[in-house]
Structures are given as C-alpha cells and as structure tokens.
C-alpha cells in the first residue's frame, strides 16, 4: 500500500512492533511523520533463551533489557495485546500478536525468547551480519528536494538514536522483506503489485546523505511468449518422464489437501534458516483463502514422487496492478463493484512467481524447471500472458540467480536496501 503525502515529502517510520503486516498497516497510518523505528537491541541472554525464573513478563524484560529498551518493549506490548498473554487476533497470539499457533497460551518466558530472537534476526544483530543495532525508515516520499530529505533523514536518524540504535536501514517496510523493501534503482517500469516504486532522484538522497550498499536485490523476468529455452524444456521433459514426477495444479476443492502438502514442503525447504519457525495448516489456509480473489489456481504447482509425496511447488499469482488500476485506493462500493468487473474482463498480461520451495533432498533435479514447463504448456495457449516477474534475489544468493537463470530468466530491475551507521 502506498499512502497519500504531502506537497513537501513526508517519511514514516518503521516501527518494529509486530511480526505480521496488516496490522502494522493500520498501526501506520497514526504514526507520525518523520519518526525512527521502534527496535530494540538483544542482549546476548535473550538470544540464546539464558533467562532466570521470573513469572511476570514485564520483570524479565527488565531484568534483561536496558531502561531505554525496556521502555520500548512496553510499548510494544501494550499497543499489541495490553499485556494479555492470551490475546489473540486471528492467526495472531500471545503478548506481542505474532502469526505463529505455537505462542497459544505460552508461557510468558516462550514468548519473550520467541520475539526477540525473531526481532534480532530479521532486524537487528543477526540479520545480514549486522553488528550494531540497527533500526530502519520507510514509505519514504519527498520532492525533488535535498534539502528536504535531509531533513526527513535527519529526525528519523535522531529518534533511532535517542532509542539506542546505531544504525539505519532503508527504506524498509513494516513486515517482511517480500514486499516494499528496498529502493528501486534500475529498470523504472510499471510496477509489480508489491514491489516499490520512487523517483530516480530518490537514490542521490540516500546516497549524499551517507547511506552505503548493504545488499542489493535483484528481479528477473521470463518472457511468456518465447517461453523457456529449448535445451531447458527438453531437459524438463526428461526428468519428468526419468523420474516418474507428478505435478498438479493447486485444486481449491481440496484445499486442505494442498495446504497441507505445502506445508511439509516449506517446513523442510527452509528448515535450515537461521530462527526459522515453522508454517501451520491454519496460517496456509487463511492465506490461500486471502489471495482467492485474485489467485489462478492454474498458475500454482505441485510437485510429488511417484509414490505422492509433495517435494515442491511454485505460487505464482496474477498481477494485482492490473485488476486496481483506476480504483485510486478506494474500496468502497463502487470501486468493489469495479475490481469484480476487472476481475472478470481484464486479460492480465503480467503475473509474479510470489515463492517456490524444494525439500533439501529433492533440489538439483530440475523440479523447479519441470513446474515452469508445466505454466508455460498452461499460459502460452491464453495468449494473454507476457511476461513472468519472478521474485527479487539478493546478490549473496548465487545459487537462486543461477536458478533464474537456467529457466531462462533475464534482468529485468533492481532494488538496493541501504545502510547508514551513527
């Protein structure tokens, strides 16, 4: 989502107070303009769940956390759950609402380890090697103005400061990093549903102001219409036919069927994470139901043995630009009545692959080349389709750049996520 700003450029903060992100959303729109992020520094007891008896949570976040910390972990609390540690939104539990069913009525010190050593690794000691701790800015938005960015880095800068940061990111978003993360420095076309857009002027901001390269991220692109390399499809065949490999498109008539299959798929696919939690039934099954409006189940694809077990799979999903184009952020009735008329007569011409996952002992055997052979025998006879975006790559993933490139992907733009060290 993109929000409305003023003539003069404003810069939202990033506050770290939940680990989903619709909630956040919401929470964003009555932050104010130009404040820091609120994410605070893990002590090394909190990281490796050295935590002495204490009953309440309140005593353990001040046993562990310094004044300025402890300060912001309340707030944190209150504003999720007003310190109820059975609260629940949702898929949402426990003190800080995080999306996982295994913080239901978990005790309280579960819970303190569970958050923080999340909250340290994806945004602070161990994220990307981070060895400060480093809070962040966002949905940043200004004119052609230096003077005016500055000046919009610069209160940000102060209120991470004055929370104990030593470092800023940016521009980041209020979740994960799959959506509005990083500033787009090349490839200024229409944007994917997601994806953020900005200026070019924007990068002479972050950059006079002092901003260096933490990682850059890269999207490629396979055009539909060529479709995969020959060589490639030919291989595809191959291992399907060798194998004996079964690939079926999602059925939303057996919806549980496939949740399930995509959760054993993702839990072993990125079991080797650092902090990595595991996916429940519940959370897939509320998602799949979310992207309905919007999903072709055609365009998901499962990959299984010849004895049935799912190994991997591919969640492609037609651009959603496409379908709230001329809508201007409304949602209300008309604009309701104006997305199910798009729904029904727009020919999408984009789609982005959103994940795909292979269980460790099931990578290298060109699944994933099988199940893009698979959409492509699907999407060229619509003959609608054109281009496939497929989900940005950090530079330090050598092995999925070579995988893009072996289904013929090409460069299509690129994001850079910034870091500014106190």
């Not at 929470?27 to 909190?46: K, N």
Request: some cysteine; proline content about 5%; charged content about 25%.
């Amino acid at each position: 989502m993109i929000y409305p700003l003023d003539k003069r450029g404003t810069l939202q903060a990033r506050a770290h107070q939940r680990a989903h992100r619709e909630p956040l959303r919401r929470l964003a729109r009555g932050v104010a303009v130009a404040i820091g992020i609120t994410l605070c520094f893990i002590p090394e007891t909190a990281s490796n769940g050295s935590i002495r008896p204490i009953q309440s949570l309140k005593q353990l976040a001040d046993y562990h956390l310094p004044d300025n910390q402890f300060k912001c972990h309340n707030e944190i609390v209150f504003r999720e759950s007003t310190w109820r540690a059975n609260a629940r939104n949702g898929p949402h539990y426990g003190y800080y609402q995080i999306r996982n069913a295994l913080l239901k009525d978990a005790p309280n010190d579960y819970q303190f380890i569970f958050y923080w050593k999340y909250v340290s690794h994806r945004y602070g000691l161990d994220s990307y090697n981070d060895e400060v701790p480093t809070g962040g800015c966002g949905f940043f938005e200004c004119i052609n103005d230096q003077a005016a960015a500055i000046a919009l880095f610069d209160q940000a800068k102060n209120w991470l400061i004055e929370h104990g940061m030593k470092a800023m990111m940016g521009p980041i978003n209020f979740g994960e990093t799959d959506m509005w993360w990083g500033l787009l420095v090349d490839g200024f076309s229409n944007p994917y549903y997601g994806m953020n857009y900005n200026p070019s002027y924007y990068q002479q901001f972050f950059v006079e102001y002092g901003f260096n390269v933490k990682y850059e991220q890269i999207s490629n692109k396979i055009d539909v219409v060529k479709g995969m390399p020959e060589k490639v499809f030919k291989i595809a065949k191959w291992v399907e036919k060798k194998n004996g490999y079964i690939f079926k498109p999602l059925d939303p008539k057996h919806i549980s069927k496939f949740a399930a299959d995509f959760k054993e798929i993702y839990n072993d696919a990125w079991k080797d994470f650092e902090n990595f939690t595991q996916v429940t039934d519940a959370t897939i099954i509320e998602t799949l139901e979310k992207i309905k409006p919007v999903m072709d189940p055609n365009l998901i694809w499962f990959s299984y043995t010849a004895s049935g077990e799912p190994v991997a799979f591919v969640m492609i999903l037609p651009d959603t630009n496409e379908l709230i184009k001329g809508l201007n952020g409304k949602l209300d009735l008309i604009g309701k009545l104006k997305f199910l008329w798009n729904k029904f007569t727009v020919k999408h011409k984009k789609m982005r692959a959103v994940i795909m996952g292979t269980k460790e002992s099931y990578r290298n055997q060109g699944l994933e080349s099988c199940m893009f052979m698979k959409l492509q025998e699907y999407v060229q006879p619509l003959g609608h389709y054109e281009e496939l975006e497929l989900s940005w790559v950090g530079d330090f993933n050598s092995k999925m750049l070579a995988l893009h490139q072996a289904v013929g992907a090409t460069y299509a733009k690129k994001h850079t996520t910034y870091i500014l060290k106190f």
